[in-house]
C-alpha cells in the first residue's frame, strides 16, 4: 500500500486535485484529537494508493491545529510521497511553504496548478528551471479544474514512491546559520532525512519540539546558547533569521522561473 499525501496553501485546488485523483472513492473524518477535517481515498484505478488530504496551511510552524496535523502527519507518517499543490498564479508566495516541505526530507512531487489561468494571462513559468531551484524536486504543470496534466502528475508521483534513495532538496541558509544547523544536528544526534527539519525547530525555538523531540537539558541549553549568540550577532530573532532566509532564497531565483507580462499586455488580457 502507498501512502500519498496532499499539502498546499488554502485555495491553492487541494480539494479540486483531491477530487480529480480519488472521484467517488473518499472517506471524510477529523484529524485525532482535533475538528480539522481529515479527508482520504483511493487513488482511482489503483486499489493499492491512498491519497491523504492534509489541511491548507502556509507554513509548517507550531500556531495552528492544520499546521501541527500537517507537520505531524509529515515527520511521523512518513507518506510514500508528498504532492506540494502550488498556486502557480501566486508562485512566490506559495514557494515560502515549499521550501518547509522540502527541508523535512520527505520525497515531493511540486504540482503547479491553475496553469489555465497562467496561460491565460501570459504568465511564463519554466519548470525546469523552478526544479534546478530546488535541488532536482519532479514539478508537473497541471489544471485541476481543467482536469489536465492530472494523468503525468500521478505517473511522477508513482515514479518518485520507488525510488528508494534519499535526495536532500533543502537549499542552503547563510554560513552563519548552517554552521549552527550543523553544529545542532551533531549536538541532538539527528540523523535521517528529517534531521534539518529537527534542527531548524531547534534552532527556531520552535514551541512544540521539546515535545517532539526531547533532549537532554544540558545538550538543549548548549543548542539555546549556539542560537543566542547568533540572534546577538545578527541583531535578529531565530525565527525571523529563518523566514527572511526562505524569502531571500526564493527572490534569488523567482526572476530565472517566472515572467509576468508588461502592464499594458496584462490590462489587455481577459482571465
Ligand atoms: C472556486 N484552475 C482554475 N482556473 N481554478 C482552479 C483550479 C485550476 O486548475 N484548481 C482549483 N481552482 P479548492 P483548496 C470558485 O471555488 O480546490 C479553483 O482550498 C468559486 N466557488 O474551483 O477549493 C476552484 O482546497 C466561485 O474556486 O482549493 C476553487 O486548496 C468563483 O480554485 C478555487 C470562482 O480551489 C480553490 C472560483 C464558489
Same mark, same amino acid.
Given at each position: 500500500?502507498?501512502?500519498?499525501? @496532499?499539502?498546499?496553501?488554502?485555495?491553492? %485546488?487541494?480539494?479540486? @486535485?483531491?477530487?480529480?485523483?480519488? %472521484?467517488?472513492?473518499?472517506?471524510?473524518?477529523?484529524? !485525532? %484529537?482535533?475538528?480539522?477535517?481529515?479527508?482520504?481515498?483511493?487513488?482511482?484505478?489503483?486499489?493499492?494508493?491512498?491519497?491523504?488530504?492534509?489541511?491548507?496551511?502556509?507554513?509548517?510552524?507550531?500556531?495552528?491545529?492544520? =499546521?501541527?496535523?500537517?507537520?505531524?502527519?509529515?515527520?511521523?507518517?512518513?507518506?510514500?510521497?508528498?504532492?506540494?499543490?502550488?498556486?502557480?498564479?501566486?508562485?512566490?508566495?506559495?514557494?515560502?511553504?515549499?521550501?518547509?516541505? @522540502?527541508?523535512?526530507?520527505?520525497?515531493?512531487?511540486?504540482?503547479?496548478?491553475?496553469?489555465?489561468?497562467?496561460?491565460?494571462?501570459?504568465?511564463?513559468?519554466?519548470?525546469?528551471?523552478?526544479?534546478?531551484?530546488?535541488?532536482?524536486? !519532479?514539478?508537473?504543470?497541471?489544471?485541476?479544474?481543467?482536469?489536465?496534466?492530472?494523468?503525468?502528475?500521478?505517473?511522477?508521483?508513482?515514479?518518485?514512491?520507488?525510488?528508494?534513495?534519499?535526495?536532500?532538496?533543502?537549499?542552503?541558509?547563510?554560513?552563519?546559520?548552517?554552521?549552527? @544547523?550543523?553544529?545542532?544536528?551533531?549536538?541532538?544526534?539527528?540523523?535521517? !532525512?528529517?534531521?534539518?527539519?529537527?534542527?531548524?525547530?531547534?534552532?527556531?525555538?520552535?514551541?512544540?519540539? &521539546?515535545?517532539?523531540?526531547?533532549?537532554?537539558?544540558?545538550?538543549?541549553?548548549?543548542?539555546?546558547?549556539?542560537?543566542?549568540?547568533?540572534?546577538?550577532?545578527?541583531?535578529?530573532?531565530? =525565527?525571523?533569521?529563518?523566514?527572511?532566509?526562505?524569502? &531571500?532564497?526564493?527572490?534569488?531565483?523567482?526572476? %530565472?522561473?517566472?515572467?509576468?507580462?508588461?502592464?499594458? &499586455?496584462?490590462?489587455?488580457?481577459?482571465?
Amino acid at each position: 500500500m502507498l501512502t500519498i499525501a @496532499l499539502a498546499g496553501n488554502p485555495n491553492s %485546488g487541494k480539494t479540486s @486535485l483531491f477530487n480529480a485523483l480519488t %472521484g467517488a472513492k473518499q472517506h471524510v473524518g477529523n484529524w !485525532p %484529537g482535533v475538528t480539522v477535517e481529515q479527508k482520504t481515498g483511493q487513488l482511482k484505478r489503483h486499489n493499492d494508493v491512498e491519497i491523504v488530504d492534509l489541511p491548507g496551511i502556509y507554513s509548517l510552524s507550531p500556531y495552528s491545529p492544520e =499546521e501541527v496535523v500537517s507537520r505531524n502527519y509529515i515527520i511521523n507518517e512518513h507518506p510514500d510521497v508528498l504532492v506540494n499543490i502550488i498556486d502557480a498564479t501566486n508562485l512566490e508566495r506559495n514557494l515560502y511553504l515549499t521550501t518547509q516541505l @522540502l527541508e523535512t526530507g520527505a520525497p515531493c512531487v511540486l504540482a503547479l496548478n491553475m496553469m489555465d489561468l497562467v496561460r491565460k494571462r501570459g504568465i511564463n513559468i519554466d519548470p525546469k528551471k523552478l526544479s534546478q531551484a530546488f535541488g532536482g524536486v !519532479p514539478v508537473v504543470e497541471i489544471s485541476a479544474l481543467e482536469n489536465t496534466g492530472i494523468d503525468q502528475l500521478v505517473e511522477t508521483v508513482l515514479a518518485t514512491a520507488k525510488k528508494e534513495e534519499y535526495k536532500d532538496r533543502s537549499f542552503k541558509y547563510s554560513p552563519a546559520i548552517e554552521e549552527v @544547523l550543523n553544529k545542532i544536528e551533531d549536538l541532538a544526534g539527528l540523523t535521517g !532525512p528529517s534531521a534539518r527539519y529537527y534542527a531548524i525547530k531547534f534552532f527556531e525555538n520552535d514551541e512544540k519540539i &521539546d515535545q517532539d523531540y526531547p533532549l537532554a537539558p544540558a545538550i538543549r541549553q548548549e543548542i539555546r546558547g549556539l542560537v543566542d549568540r547568533l540572534e546577538e550577532a545578527e541583531d535578529n530573532d531565530a =525565527e525571523t533569521l529563518i523566514s527572511n532566509g526562505r524569502y &531571500d532564497y526564493i527572490s534569488h531565483f523567482i526572476h %530565472g522561473v517566472m515572467e509576468r507580462p508588461h502592464q499594458k &499586455d496584462k490590462l489587455s488580457t481577459s482571465d
